[in-house]
């Protein structure tokens, strides 16, 4: 997903192209949404000509959960006229693991966008996550495991030795986030470094959904 704000801009400055992009060595596995197709600087009174004449595009919101996918498509006037939902499985067991498998939540995320869309314009897109996740990536940006959920218990112990860092309160203070807590990324990655350290060796980058 690109960026959205430029050089010098944020986002209420510049309207990126937002992709979401997967390619594989079957073509046929190839996809990319194009939610926001303009590119031009964002004008915010040529958008309220719109507005007043009618002349809105659609919009949609896409939730990625803990379980599902479950995107919407509304109208100006905020009608839904498109809805759509695919779930997947959480994976766990007794010691406190709960992970996603990429790939599924990938294809539940292209089958609801599809659904609802149509091809059809899409003014502009909502997109919300369950965050606090953990997946280790290489270098091309491939996974190479499951989505650590904020559901998996299995840093606890670690999470409890960050909170007895004396540094802790200045970290809350800055960040506003408890670190302290097994489903903190942070915690999540002193566990992968102790119990999967071939796995923490080979990741380039861990991305949080």
Same mark, same amino acid.
């Given at each position: 997903?690109?960026?959205?704000?430029?050089? *010098?801009?944020?986002?209420?400055?510049?309207?990126?192209?937002?992709?979401?992009?997967?390619?594989?060595? #079957?073509?046929?596995?190839?996809?990319?949404?194009?939610?926001?197709?303009?590119?031009?600087?964002? #004008?915010?009174?040529?958008?309220?000509?719109?507005?007043?004449?009618?002349?809105? *595009?659609?919009?949609?919101?896409?939730?990625?959960?803990?379980?599902?996918?479950?995107? /919407?498509?509304?109208?100006?006037?905020?009608?839904?006229?498109?809805?759509?939902?695919? =779930?997947?499985?959480?994976?766990?067991? =007794?010691? *406190?693991?709960? =992970?996603? =498998?990429?790939?599924?939540?990938?294809?539940?995320?292209?089958?609801?966008?599809? /659904?609802?869309?149509?091809?059809?314009?899409?003014? /502009?897109? *909502?997109?919300?996550?369950?965050?606090?996740?953990?997946?280790?990536?290489?270098?091309?940006?491939?996974?190479?495991? #499951?989505?650590?959920?904020?559901?998996?218990?299995?840093?606890?112990?670690?999470?409890?030795?960050?909170?007895?860092?004396?540094?802790?309160?200045?970290?809350?203070?800055?960040?506003?986030?408890?670190?302290?807590?097994?489903?903190?990324?942070?915690?999540?990655?002193?566990?992968?470094?102790?119990?999967?350290?071939?796995?923490?060796?080979?990741?380039?980058?861990?991305?949080?959904?």
């Amino acid at each position: 997903m690109k960026r959205c704000g430029g050089r *010098g801009g944020g986002c209420g400055e510049r309207e990126w192209n937002i992709q979401w992009r997967k390619t594989s060595t #079957n073509s046929n596995d190839s996809f990319t949404i194009g939610l926001v197709l303009s590119r031009k600087k964002y #004008n915010a009174a040529r958008f309220a000509k719109r507005v007043r004449r009618g002349k809105m *595009g659609l919009f949609l919101g896409i939730d990625v959960g803990t379980s599902s996918v479950r995107s /919407a498509l509304y109208d100006e006037k905020g009608a839904c006229i498109g809805a759509s939902s695919q =779930e997947y499985p959480l994976l766990t067991d =007794e010691t *406190g693991k709960a =992970e996603l =498998e990429p790939e599924a939540v990938w294809q539940a995320f292209c089958h609801t966008v599809r /659904a609802c869309c149509g091809g059809r314009r899409v003014e /502009a897109c *909502g997109l919300s996550t369950f965050m606090h996740s953990l997946l280790p990536v290489d270098r091309e940006g491939r996974p190479l495991g #499951n989505i650590i959920t904020w559901a998996d218990t299995r840093a606890a112990a670690q999470a409890q030795a960050l909170g007895r860092l004396p540094q802790i309160g200045a970290l809350y203070g800055q960040t506003g986030c408890r670190i302290s807590h097994p489903m903190a990324p942070a915690a999540k990655l002193l566990w992968m470094r102790q119990q999967q350290p071939r796995l923490f060796q080979q990741a380039h980058r861990f991305w949080t959904v």
